[in-house]
């Protein structure tokens, strides 16, 4: 079993910036797939970015591409959102996830089924 833990969450303006980390127990997330997702009030679980094993490669939705950037350090057990330029849309509850294999094939980076562990989730509010 995993169990992660999200935090750095909080109220920001619009236009100031979050860093998002997402600590891992339980078992190493050296060889697992990383990713954060966010549901906004009202609306369906969406994907944001994720991560390889290896951090080697990045994925980003198009709506955080450029102002968002996913990264990791195995040796802390750690995965990390930095959240830049930040919008009043971004204000959601942000969940770390982990796949349970190094990497994810085509577009299943983006569905949440992929993924086998999840975070309670961190509260992330931008002011207008």
Do not use: H
């Amino acid at each position: 079993q995993v169990q992660l833990v999200e935090s750095g969450g909080g109220l920001v303006q619009a236009g100031g910036s979050l860093r998002l980390s997402c600590a891992a127990s339980g078992r190493t997330i050296t060889s697992y797939a990383m990713g954060w997702f966010r549901q906004a009030p009202g609306k369906e679980r969406e994907f944001v970015a994720a991560v390889t094993w290896s951090g080697g490669n990045t994925y980003y939705a198009d709506s955080v591409k450029g102002r968002f950037t996913i990264s990791r350090d195995n040796a802390k057990n750690t995965v990390y959102l930095q959240m830049n330029s930040l919008k009043p849309e971004d204000t959601a509850v942000y969940y770390c996830a982990a796949a349970t294999v190094p990497y994810l094939r085509g577009n299943n980076y983006v569905n949440e089924r992929a993924y086998a562990y999840w975070g309670q989730g961190t509260q992330v509010t931008v002011s207008s």
